[in-house]
């Protein structure tokens, strides 16, 4: 049998080089590292998870079937999210991928604003989604400046949550 010698092809080149471009970029970016707020509350890292958030008013975030119109991560988003964070997806025992600055204060679905959020300890996810109600209806009512609530909710989600509650301190 005869044996042609191997020659690399342009083809070949390019999708050897794309590929070790995405695996190298994969795995030179660093891990994402939960913060501990006050209280032993987890927070996101702001280097991973600094928010994003999309051009709208408030008319816009007002109606209540919003979010159900702008909701739109993929499985390859919360996939990305998770390892950025090295968490393991387990649904209703982990996380939920939340984002940092809830649809309904005008969040955007980008990675940039999307972290595994865990459930425990508490206050954990099911409370920041009570917070974010609360943040809602304060914007939408005219009680809350809606670029103030998404800055705040940003840099620190707990410390808004204890003012809604009255143990933090006020606007």
């Not at 995405?22 to 939960?34: C, I, K, R, W």
Request: net charge positive; with cysteine.
């Amino acid at each position: 049998m005869l044996s042609t010698p191997w020659r690399p092809t342009i083809r070949g080149l390019l999708v050897g080089l794309a590929w070790l471009v995405l695996t190298t970029g994969a795995a030179a970016q660093p891990p994402a590292h939960y913060r501990t707020g006050a209280d032993g509350v987890i927070l996101p890292d702001s280097s991973a998870t600094p928010g994003a958030t999309r051009p709208v008013t408030v008319s816009d975030l007002c109606p209540i079937a919003h979010t159900r119109r702008v909701r739109h991560v993929t499985p390859a988003q919360k996939h990305r999210a998770y390892a950025v964070y090295g968490a393991t997806p387990k649904q209703g025992v982990c996380c939920e991928v939340d984002h940092l600055i809830p649809l309904e204060l005008g969040g955007s679905n980008a990675d940039s604003n999307l972290w595994p959020e865990p459930y425990a300890p508490k206050p954990g996810a099911r409370e920041k989604d009570v917070l974010e109600t609360f943040l809602h209806f304060a914007v939408c009512g005219g009680t809350l400046d809606l670029k103030e609530a998404q800055q705040k909710i940003a840099a620190d989600w707990y410390a808004v949550y204890l003012e809604m509650r009255g143990q933090g301190p006020s606007r």
